[in-house]
């Protein structure tokens, strides 16, 4: 099991900057890959941004290239992503999640609480 907490989400104007946390704690001594999802009011939840264990990422989202970013930190067991030129289209929920193995597409097994992120115009 890897339980995961989510931080840093907030209000913000349009064109500001937010900085999302997500701790992994639990069975974090296997490889495993952690991504980035959102689920804006009325709409299905989206793939945004992973990062597998090397560092390999995959965005998901094309609209983020370019401003957001995803790091990890395996020595803390945290994932950030660095979400940069907000738009209001970014408001939504933002839920880290984490899968075992190296594949940073496919079914995620584990999830937090989510974050809400609002972007004011």
């Known amino acids: 099991q890897v339980q995961l907490v989510e931080s840093g989400g907030g209000l913000v104007q349009a064109g500001g900057s937010l900085r999302l946390s997500c701790a992994a704690s639990g069975r974090t001594g296997s490889t495993y890959t952690l991504g980035w999802f959102r689920q804006a009011p009325g709409k299905e939840r989206e793939f945004v941004v992973g990062?597998?264990?090397?560092?390999?990422?995959?965005y998901g989202v094309d609209s983020v290239k370019g401003r957001f970013f995803i790091s990890r930190d395996n020595a803390r067991n945290t994932v950030y992503l660095q979400m940069n030129s907000l738009k209001p289209e970014d408001t939504a929920i933002y839920y880290c999640?984490?899968?075992?193995?190296?594949?940073?597409?496919?079914?995620?097994?584990?999830w937090g609480q989510g974050t809400q992120v609002t972007v004011s115009s």
């Open positions: 990062i597998n264990w090397s560092g390999g990422g995959t």
């Open positions: 999640a984490a899968k075992m193995g190296r594949l940073v597409v496919g079914p995620y097994d584990y």
